[in-house]
């Protein structure tokens, strides 16, 4: 018997990801299709992994007190549709038939607010550090998937700094594209 995959879409919902549902998210505009998937990292404190503070933070019961850089993002409401830990493990946060809060002001190939159209995945990671092979294998099967359920999004990928330049940078320069687009393609040609 074929395995069964380890990732699912249904009703906007990935089954094969833990579900801790954010309230930071409202609805896409109108008849708008899902055309885009966008890759960030996050990391809290920055560039210190584990934890759960994402996970507070995206669902708004971050204690600010807790850390200096904390301080810094007080009051912010933000979500994406996934987060994918060091471990590989994979969060969902917000229904993908809803517009998460993750690109902020930001234009994909002339289109602006790609909240509207996108799908948002944070890898926990920095700028300046590797990601690791597991968190690579988990967002090729989960890209391969949103793909499946939303067509659009095949030929269209990109990362917070490419829609946002020079106001982000993630998910930077140790994010391999190249190894990213390799994976996904073996993926889905096996
Ligand atoms: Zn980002």
Known sequence: MPQAPRFQVRDGQLIGASQLPSPNFNQRPEGTDIQLAVIHNISLPPSQFGG???EQFF???LDWSLHP????IEGMQVSAHLL???SGEVLQFVNFHDRAWHAGR???MGKKECNDYSIGIELEGSDDL???QVQYESLTEV???LQQAYPKIQQHLAGHSDIAPGRKT????CFDWVKFRNQLHHFKNK
């Open 106 to 108: 930001s234009s994909y």
């Open 52 to 54: 759960g503070y994402i």
């Open 59 to 61: 669902q708004n019961r």
């Open 130 to 132: 590797p990601f690791e």
């Open 69 to 72: 850089y904390f301080q810094s």
């Open 143 to 145: 890209t391969a998937c």
């Open 170 to 173: 993630d998910p930077g320069p």
């Open 84 to 86: 994918i830990l060091r």
